[in-house]
């Protein structure tokens, strides 16, 4: 379980960006998101994946201080920011980047990498510099480099379908969806009500930085 006790986080003094926060979430949950921009649902995410941490307040896992798990041992959080966080480098070494920082041997890199590039549908910019991408080739980066994980705890999901076009919405929101397994808990960071209600069991409003409503909601979409 994930719990918010009376959080607070000011980034200057007398404004908090998200305030008093007190939630509950269970393990494998997922819950959305829901405010307009400047509502707070970035910071929220940030709290969790700690690049950010409380003004006040606390915030547990399994009854555990946050501040005291070691992400990179003790528990598997991924965070598909708004805006991608990718290497300079090509499609390719993104992904093989990430396997190397996983240990795996070169020889393995080179036939997994090309099974990712495959099944993401990059194979044929494999060798493009990503600034060069697409928004929406950006995207499915960030979801091939994901893909390596054998497993993912937590999975922070920050309004990653803006911007896209129609057909290109869908076939990311399929993707993730195939990311958001039974166990894994999801927080999805939007500002449309009606796919957080697609997406998502649990809703939470965010005003001003403060929880202004809850809402359990019956999924539309077998998960």
Do not use: H, W
């Not at 819950?31 to 003004?55: H, M």
């Amino acid at each position: 379980m994930i719990e918010f006790c009376n959080v607070k986080l000011g980034y200057v003094k007398e404004y908090y960006a998200l305030y008093n926060l007190n939630l509950k979430v269970s393990n494998g949950e997922k819950v959305a998101i829901v405010g307009q921009q400047d509502d707070g649902k970035t910071s929220f995410l940030r709290l969790l994946a700690k690049l950010e941490k409380p003004t006040s307040g606390d915030i547990y896992y399994n009854d555990v201080l946050l501040d005291n798990i070691d992400y990179s041992k003790d528990l598997s959080v991924a965070y598909l920011a708004r805006r991608p966080i990718l290497l300079t480098s090509s499609v390719r070494k993104n992904i093989d980047f990430v396997l190397k920082t996983r240990k795996v041997n070169k020889n393995d890199r080179q036939v997994i990498v090309d099974k990712i590039l495959e099944d993401f549908g990059l194979k044929s910019i494999e060798k493009t510099k990503t600034k060069k991408l697409s928004m929406y080739q950006q995207r499915l980066l960030q979801f091939a480099m994901l893909s390596v994980r054998p497993k993912i705890d937590i999975l922070l999901v920050d309004d990653i379908l803006e911007g896209l076009e129609d057909s290109e919405k869908q076939n990311i929101q399929d993707i993730l969806l195939s990311f958001m397994k039974k166990d894994t808990t999801t927080f999805f960071a939007t500002t449309n009500v009606d796919l957080a209600k697609t997406l998502c069991e649990k809703i939470v409003y965010l005003k001003l930085g403060a929880i202004d409503k809850i809402e359990n909601n019956k999924l539309k979409i077998k998960q």
